[in-house]
């Protein structure tokens, strides 16, 4: 059977609607799992399904434009690419930095859950060990190439779906209106905006089927239907998981722990039921398709960044099966850090702080796109235009402000490191410029004769 044809630059073009369906919901299912309930700690149940309407409303909108960018411009470096050409090297750089905060500081959120859930199982296994165990395996995983990596995630997200259903299926019938509303949290707009970085959780990440569109065959057919069905699927999963785990039982015990559908279901059916303990289990499947689809995004960014000189050029060199393997390695490297120094909040809000400063970024490059080239060839145009990006843009300039505001300190954090790498990047550039017009002088015209 013939290969997949390739990129020139040696990426295959493999994958097909079903792969990404299966990489969009994969990058997010976690989400479901564990870390959107820190939203109820803040805002509760009822203030918290609020703040989950707003996110909703925000990345409906938000997919319908970000296809236009990736239909029209099908590069690896995603948001990297429609900024950079849309407001050259400095907002590519932007776009890049904010891209790589995001999914750089998802996988480590994603693996302090999946250690806390072996942890539920076998108590005696510390958290951290299974946390750094799964950079590794995952990252080896990753090495195989696109084509088996993509297959593995369609498995473990196919599984992952249905055991949401399942869990779905068990509480249901447990749940109570009146559990829900119990331990009232006033509801405000200061609790609401506070609990919007934990409503993003339920979606974040599934804009990095952009970093595979260089490995899609047909990207502007097939993209539109991965980010289709896929949000359709993440949203009906949010809502039914977050609405019936808060009508189960005291949503207080569930607010700060990082394995709240297993405890769930040990109050709905008991500690000692065979389904907590399975669900615990296959649990499992919904946080490594996320951890899994995560490593592709922040390697494949990485290796785009890299690629255009805004990183180390080895980092763009791909291996045998034409994978960067580089580039998986200096991201697992920086998750390793951050799970040696943070904690679940703090990760998922960082990530969640540069999803949303990449989120903006992409907005204004479509609104540039669509003033500056006109004639750009746009097989996916967002219906609506300019009122759903324009709603887009306030929700997330909302979101941001909110997230700013309530996290003033990893803020900083993220701002000095924009500034820092950025004030490098631009001594570097200057400096190759600088080398640049140096070589020219020396090309005299006796020397082109020779």
């Known amino acids: 059977m013939a ?5 020139p630059n040696g990426l295959k073009k493999a994958l097909t609607p079903l792969h990404l369906w299966a990489i969009a919901v994969g990058l997010v299912i976690s989400g479901e799992y564990f870390g959107w309930n820190y ?8 203030g918290f399904l609020v703040a989950t309407v707003l996110v909703t409303v925000l990345y409906v909108t938000f997919i319908f434009s970000f296809t236009e960018l990736t239909t029209a411009i099908p590069q690896a470096g995603g948001p990297f690419a429609y900024a950079h050409r849309a407001f050259g090297p400095i907002g590519g750089f932007v776009a890049g930095y904010a891209t790589l905060v995001e999914f750089l500081f998802a996988p480590p959120a994603i693996a302090f859950a999946l250690g806390s859930y072996v942890h539920f199982l076998y108590p005696g296994v510390p958290v951290l060990y299974t946390a750094l165990g ?18 593995f995630s ?4 196919v599984l992952a779906v249905a055991e949401l259903l399942l869990f779905m299926g068990l509480v249901a019938p447990h749940f109570q209106v009146s559990n829900f509303l119990a331990h009232p949290v006033p509801v405000s707009a200061p609790g609401i905006f ?3 970085p934990f409503a993003i959780w339920f979606y974040l990440a599934i804009e990095g089927v952009a970093m595979v569109a260089e490995e899609v065959a047909e990207p502007r057919r097939t993209i539109p239907r991965g980010y289709g069905y896929g949000l359709l699927t993440l949203v009906g999963l949010a809502l039914g998981v977050m609405v019936l785990t808060g009508g189960i039982g005291d949503w207080r015990q569930l607010s ?3 394995y709240p559908l297993p405890e769930a279901l040990g109050m709905a059916l008991g500690k000692g039921s065979v389904w907590t303990r399975v669900f615990a289990s296959i649990g499992l499947f919904g946080l490594v398709a996320s951890f899994h689809g995560t490593i592709i995004g922040y390697s494949r960014q990485v290796f785009a960044l890299a690629r255009s000189g ?3 050029g080895f980092l763009a060199r791909l291996n045998g099966r034409q994978t960067p393997h580089w580039a998986l390695v200096a991201g697992a490297a920086v998750g390793v850090v951050a799970l040696l120094t943070g904690t679940t909040d703090q990760v998922i809000i960082l990530s969640v702080l540069g999803a ?17 080239e006109p004639e750009l060839v746009r097989p996916f145009a967002v219906p609506g235009y300019p009122a759903v990006p324009l709603v887009a843009l306030a929700l997330c300039l909302l979101s941001l402000g909110a997230l700013v505001y309530y996290n003033l300190l990893l803020s900083g954090v993220f701002l000095v490191g924009l500034m820092g790498l950025l004030g490098i990047y631009l001594v570097i550039a200057k400096g190759q410029k600088g080398r640049h017009v140096e070589r020219s002088r020396d090309i005299s015209p006796a020397s082109l004769n020779d």
């Open 256 to 258: 700060r722990i990082d």
């Open 39 to 46: 939203g109820w700690a803040v805002a509760g149940p009822v």
């Open 194 to 196: 506070a609990a919007l």
């Open 3 to 7: 290969s997949p044809p390739s990129t």
């Open 310 to 312: 805004y990183l180390p």
């Open 154 to 157: 369609l498995v473990v997200t």
């Open 356 to 372: 949303l400063v990449m989120y903006v970024i992409s907005l204004l490059s479509l609104f540039a796109l669509r003033r500056r």
């Open 134 to 151: 799964c950079y590794v395996a995952f990252t080896l995983i990753n090495l195989l190439g696109i084509k088996e990596s993509a297959t």
